[in-house]
């Protein structure tokens, strides 16, 4: 059985994390980004079905690339941080089902279902880009996700090779710089947002 986490714990995840706009001029490895993924890919999901797909756009060239289809604001950002993340869905996730869950012939539930794989595909994927932000953070790292950007143009530039594979939402990554951030916008609490039924 599990403990609790601590409260500073509970805090660099959720409390006292933010999102970040500009970043500390301190350079992310890549042994960084390897141990982000190495954390994120046991969040669950469905069937073990792991259909997210991660660009990591370190060069100056790919942020260069990816900031020509993102909101002038948020190209800024792009081209400032020490790393972009695009998070992706794989449309054709099941394919890898025999190996991930062999426990059931999991891929004949999505072969000749398009529609269900495409949902399948972009609600898992977007839990595997929130357990990248939590383990960014456990690790000591900020990030800013964020919208913004023509997915049509990023997908044709970064997944040309995989008409299967659809951009989700992008992250940037780096040591965030408290100068770029606003005060936190509320937080409801339990009662405003939740029923027990």
């Known amino acids: 059985m599990s403990e609790p986490l601590s409260d500073s714990a509970l ?3 959720f409390r006292t994390a933010r999102t970040y706009n500009a970043y500390l ?3 992310v490895s890549e042994t960084q980004l390897h141990a982000i993924w190495d954390l994120a890919k046991f969040g669950p ?3 073990n079905s792991l259909p997210a797909r991660i660009i990591w756009c370190v060069t100056d060239a790919a942020k260069q690339k990816l900031a020509a289809f993102a909101l002038p604001a948020n190209a800024e950002k792009i ?6 993340a695009i ?3 794989d449309n054709e996730f099941y394919e890898n089902l025999p190996e991930l869950f062999p426990h059931a012939d999991a891929r004949s539930w999505f072969v000749g279902n398009a529609a269900m794989a495409e949902t399948t595909a972009f609600r898992n994927s977007s839990l595997q880009g929130a357990y990248f ?3 960014a953070r456990a690790l000591g790292l900020d990030t800013g996700p964020m919208s913004g950007f023509n997915n049509a143009a990023v997908d044709e530039a970064f997944f040309a090779d995989q008409p299967h594979v659809k951009s989700n939402f992008i ?3 780096g040591y965030g710089d ?3 951030i606003f005060e936190r916008s509320p937080r409801p609490d339990f009662a405003r947002f939740n029923r027990i039924a």
Not at 79 to 84: G, I, N, S
């Open 11 to 13: 805090d660099q995840l």
């Open 25 to 27: 001029d301190r350079p």
């Open 45 to 47: 999901t469905s069937a």
């Open 79 to 84: 081209l400032k941080a020490p790393v972009t």
């Open 87 to 89: 998070i992706a869905s």
């Open 133 to 135: 932000i939590l383990a």
């Open 171 to 173: 992250s940037t990554l």
């Open 178 to 180: 408290p100068a770029s």
